[in-house]
């Protein structure tokens, strides 16, 4: 009897996941490290929720009832009951503070930060996996509640390693369209989400384009048709006029909208609400460069039900003209998401930072600092010292420097390789020698890479031995801490 050797699985990530090592890893801890004390200082605490959700909790957050594994990942329990992997971090807080609501504080403060899963299709910088990290305050309606989380976010973007400029953050309210929509007699909710959507597509589209899709519809370069929201002319011309309202100070935008809303109650209520966040912004000593009012930022989401805003990073290109990266974060009011639950409406607004994009971001203008550093490594040159070249590295750890021993199995130049690789900022080696004699020897390996670039004779160059140092045993570490800290 002969049996077949089964295939070989071909090793691959599946569509949508990353694998990120070091390098990527570092950034988004730091990202990470350094927003949630932006956090902190203000006074939010840490939440942590599981990874899963009942389906049913997603609530607008999944895209068909019926089919639950659509748009998210989701599985049966052994109860029957559907569980999906979160969407993000908002239906979950709404879900905890419904749950918990007689025993938190009110306002409830709170930031987390951690991985969300969407199982939609991937693309280009565009992923199944990865990481946010939000900050919202629950139980309050102030439009400062809504002024402070913008200077939190904006104060986060600073923290994490954006130069100043770099991010513009856009403030608009949801009230102000809709009021504006509701005066010029559009009442159907299909009609003025189609407009929201329309309005969405201003900076791709330009005003040609928004306008064919607030009316009839648009077709594309493709041949494709896209079905408007078929507004009336004198609707259209609103809102065109309402989207082009924004651009410079908070205050004079505030004056062009007030024009255009044309007394709406809604819009009127929309309006105050801005002015509360431009004032408190004011106070907080945050100026109109860093965050401005701009009718055209609607969100996605349908669930904001006031104030939304929209982080966009810019880079500068040549000519000191402005080159759009993308949204690199966003939040707003939601005062109904709690109420699913409770069937009370409750007050909400929250900023979430998209940690994965702002990593990126970082890389792309070259603020993400270099390589992560490797840790010194002690070189494994005798195998009956293995007990020593162990000690070595537990002195160098007790001493707060990251250190190994080689566990390979390659001779000394491809240890100094594998050092080199690690970006290792030293290499300890110990011989029988070294040993009887007390001492041991130290490679300064940034040192030693600086001097490779300028040599032209490698005899003289080995002979010199740059950057090689024999130390006593008595205070070796001494020397190997000047190095770590040198390398920075």
């Known amino acids: 009897m002969t049996f077949e050797t089964p295939p070989r699985p071909l090793a691959r990530a599946p569509r949508g996941f990353q694998d990120r090592r070091a390098g990527t890893l570092e950034i988004e801890r730091r990202i990470l490290t350094a927003v949630s004390r932006v956090y902190e200082s203000y006074g939010f605490e ?3 929720t599981g990874a899963f959700e009942y389906a049913d909790a997603l609530g607008k957050f999944l895209p068909d009832a019926d089919r639950p594994n659509e748009g998210v990942f989701a599985l049966r329990d052994d109860d029957e009951q559907w569980m999906a992997l979160r969407y993000d971090l908002t239906a979950p807080l709404a879900r905890f503070v419904a749950e918990n609501w007689e025993t938190l504080p009110k306002p409830f403060r709170r930031y987390a930060f951690g991985p969300v899963w969407r199982n939609e299709k991937p693309g280009p910088g565009r992923y199944r996996q990865f990481i946010q990290c939000d900050a919202d305050t629950v ?7 809504d002024a402070e989380i913008i200077a939190m976010a ?6 994490a390693g ?14 102000l369209l809709n009021g504006l929509l509701t005066a010029s007699g559009v009442a159907d909710p299909m009609q003025k989400l189609a407009v929201l959507r329309a309005v969405d597509k201003l900076d791709r589209l330009g005003s040609d384009g928004v306008a064919a899709l607030l009316g009839r519809g648009r077709l594309d370069e493709s041949g494709a048709f896209t079905r408007g929201a078929e507004l009336e002319a004198s609707a259209i011309e609103a809102v065109l006029a309402f989207v082009e309202a924004g651009g410079g100070s908070r205050e004079s935008v505030l004056e062009r909208l007030s024009n255009v809303i044309g007394g709406s109650a809604e819009g009127d209520e929309g309006l105050a609400e801005l002015s509360g966040i431009g004032e408190a912004l004011t106070r907080l000593g945050v100026d109109s460069s860093a965050a401005a009012f701009e009718p055209s930022v609607v969100r996605g989401l349908e669930y904001y039900t006031g104030a939304v805003f929209e982080a966009e990073l810019q880079l500068q290109g040549e000519g000191e003209e402005a080159a759009r990266f993308g949204s690199i974060g966003g939040g707003g009011r939601y005062d109904d998401l709690v109420a699913r ?3 009370e409406r409750t007050p909400a607004t929250g900023f979430s930072f998209g940690v994965s994009r702002l990593a990126a971001a970082l890389s792309a203008i070259g603020a993400a600092g270099g390589a992560p550093r490797g840790p010194v490594v002690v070189l494994a040159l005798d195998q009956t010292l293995m007990g020593d070249y162990f000690a070595l590295a537990a002195e160098l750890r007790a ?15 491809a240890q100094m390789k594998y050092a080199d690789r690690r970006l290792s900022p030293a290499a300890i080696i110990v011989g029988g020698d070294e040993i009887a004699q007390g001492v041991v020897t130290i490679k300064d390996l940034d040192l030693g890479r600086q001097l490779a670039e300028g040599v032209t004779d490698n005899r003289a160059w080995r002979e010199e031995r740059p950057g090689q140092i024999s130390a006593p045993r008595s205070d070796w570490i001494t020397h190997v801490q000047r190095i770590v800290e040198a390398a920075g």
């Open 162 to 175: 954006l130069p100043p400029g770099a991010c513009a953050l856009k403030i608009n309210n949801r009230k």
């Open 399 to 413: 001493s707060g420097i990251a250190a190994e021993v080689y566990l390979g199995g390659s001779g000394m130049r």
């Open 139 to 145: 139980g309050s309606s102030r439009p400062q509640a």
């Open 154 to 159: 904006i104060e986060g973007y600073a923290a």
């Open 341 to 343: 639950f409770t069937g």
């Open 46 to 48: 840490p939440l942590d």
